[in-house]
């Protein structure tokens, strides 16, 4: 094959002349494969840092869901616990002080499930765009 090429290239060239061209065509090749390797190396370095990415999002999954479940027994605790102290307020048992303070510890228990949530739907949906598999369905 390199003869056919260098015959086609160097026409009516003496032999040192068709030597060079043989080389420019042997150094052609050679670039081509380095960029060819040059462009898998990038790839695998690609997959591998994707990899990573699923990795990460996958365990932020886990940490989430492991979080939800409590953060949203403690929600409802906080609701109930309000609506106690409310009721002790109305009877006049507690000042508005404490009525204030247990209001402030609900917001910030639902604050907290949100912000779970929210954490776990993201990673949710960073883990559908990076695997391309439909994780979350309503």
């Known amino acids: 094959v390199l003869q056919k090429i260098v015959q086609a290239e160097a026409g009516v060239c003496d032999d040192r002349g068709k030597i060079l061209v043989a080389n420019v065509i042997i150094n052609r090749v050679k670039n081509k494969k380095l960029a060819v390797e040059a462009a898998e190396q990038n790839v695998e370095r690609w997959q591998d ?4 990415k ?3 999002a996958y365990t932020t999954v886990l940490q989430n869901l492991s979080m939800i479940k409590t953060q949203a027994e403690a929600v409802t605790l906080a609701i109930a616990q309000y609506k106690i102290t ?3 307020f109305m009877n006049g048992k507690i000042d508005a002080v404490t009525l204030s303070r247990q209001k402030n510890i609900q917001s910030a228990t639902v604050r ?7 954490s776990l739907n993201n990673a949710l949906l960073r883990l559908e765009i990076m695997s391309h598999t439909k994780i979350i369905t309503k």
């Not at 840092?49 to 990573?52: I, K, T």
């Not at 907290?112 to 929210?118: K, L, P, S, V």
Request: charged fraction near 40%.
């Open 49 to 52: 840092e994707l990899s990573l």
């Open 54 to 56: 699923i990795i990460d």
């Open 86 to 88: 409310e009721a002790d």
């Open 112 to 118: 907290e499930y949100e912000q779970t949530r929210a």
